[in-house]
């Protein structure tokens, strides 16, 4: 037995000084990849500044002088204050709206592009790269460019924001989607083809009952994101709060104390959104009933 033991000593000895040189090797790689990324961050700045209008130190002692000016103007006006949360009320709902509606077309259409390009449940096998580049390009679109071109073409309001959030939405949850079915058991499909189902029966009774809660979580997450969203859309024109906010800021002092109520406005929401979309999606990813 000792002999054994003697036998197996070098052995052990060699995989410790293995793991070692693994290890040393893996911090000297971390170290050196956080070097470039400190030299590109470093570099990247100093571009930055030198290509932006001001120069940021020189100017960051102005980073608090908007919000005082904001501040100081609301505070002389506090009376003023609940009338202008009901005035731009309406405008949040819009924002609200738009943002569910596009949520919702948006759902609708990752859905169905994510069961298109997922392997094994696809209806086309060939043309799941078709449907992953569209996904991809949906996606590397900004929601911002497309309103611009929507905008030139139908005119400002909401129906230009719903449609390019929407747009982005679907590429967006199309991924996220795609990834959920990779995870879905098959045995339900296998059952249903041999009883003659369609893909969409398939579909529909063997896969969506196995993705639904993770399909509703991701969309409550995305609608979050679409409503911050929609309020930045409002800056080019689009509708909602945002454009509100816009015209506010433009006037410059005077109007601040509507910016000001403005941000109550969207703030509020976001966070009232932000913690119920996550209580929701915490019941529905634990498996538990939401009541």
Request: charged share 15%.
């Amino acid at each position: 037995m000792a002999d054994t033991v003697t036998q197996g000593a070098p052995g052990a000895l060699d995989m410790r000084e293995h793991y070692m040189a693994l290890t040393r090797r893996r911090r000297l790689y971390s170290g050196v990849m956080l070097i470039v990324f400190v030299a590109l961050m470093a570099s990247g700045f100093v571009v930055a500044n030198d290509r932006n209008a001001g120069g940021f130190w020189d100017g960051i002692h102005n980073i608090f002088a908007f919000p005082a000016m904001v501040i100081a103007e609301t505070s002389g006006k506090l009376m003023l204050l609940p009338a202008h949360l009901a005035h731009f009320f309406p405008s949040l709902v819009e924002t609200i709206n738009i943002a569910a509606v596009s949520t919702l077309v948006g759902g609708g259409l990752g859905m169905i592009l994510s069961l298109l390009s997922t392997r094994g449940l696809a209806r086309f096998p060939l043309l799941i790269p078709l449907f992953r580049r569209i996904m991809d390009i949906m996606r590397a679109v900004p929601e911002i460019v497309i309103a611009l071109v929507l905008i030139f073409i139908l005119g400002g309001g909401p129906v230009p924001a719903m449609i390019a959030i929407a747009f982005h939405t679907g590429g967006a949850l199309g991924k996220l989607f795609s990834e959920v079915n990779e995870n879905a058991d098959t045995k339900p499909l296998d059952g249903l083809e041999s009883v003659g189902a369609t893909w969409m029966q398939r579909m529909y009774l063997g896969v969506m009952p196995q993705v639904a809660p993770n399909y509703l979580s991701y969309a409550l997450l995305r609608f979050e994101v679409n409503i911050r969203a929609s309020a930045i859309l409002g800056f080019v024109g689009a509708g909602g709060i945002g454009y509100e906010l816009k015209n506010a800021m433009s006037w410059g002092q005077g109007k601040f104390d509507e910016a000001a109520a403005i941000f109550l406005l969207l703030f509020g929401a976001i966070v009232f959104f932000d913690q119920v979309s996550s209580h929701f999606r915490n019941r529905l990813t634990q498996g538990r009933p939401v009541s």
